[in-house]
């Protein structure tokens, strides 16, 4: 079986056509330092994205289902949290 990589990554996504990428980041585990399970891809345009969500959400790669969706942008915190 494979193991997850960023080129791992890579290669899925070309085979589905995005071409395009900016970069790719596999999330590590501070200890053990295998990936966690999740990671970030950018992308060249919006096409490119979805082209890659469309071609592998809900696949097997690597022996596990994955799941692809755009990242969420957190809102921006408050300056002052509490409203004592």
């Known amino acids: 079986m ?3 990589s960023t080129e791992l990554v890579t290669e899925m996504a070309k085979k ?4 395009v990428f900016v970069s790719t ?3 590590l585990d501070q200890r053990t330092r295998r990936p966690k ?3 970030f891809v ?3 345009s919006e096409d490119e994205a979805q082209k890659a969500i469309k071609g592998l959400d809900g696949r ?3 022996g596990r289902l994955i799941f ?3 990242a969420n942008t ?11």
Do not use: C, M, Y
């Open 37 to 39: 399970g999740f990671g």
């Open 2 to 4: 494979q193991r997850w």
């Open 25 to 27: 980041h596999l999330i």
């Open 60 to 62: 097997i790669v690597a």
């Open 42 to 44: 950018t992308f060249g």
């Open 68 to 70: 692809v969706e755009p």
């Open 74 to 84: 957190a809102p921006p915190k408050p300056d002052n949290p509490r409203s004592d």
């Open 16 to 19: 589905v056509g995005a071409q």
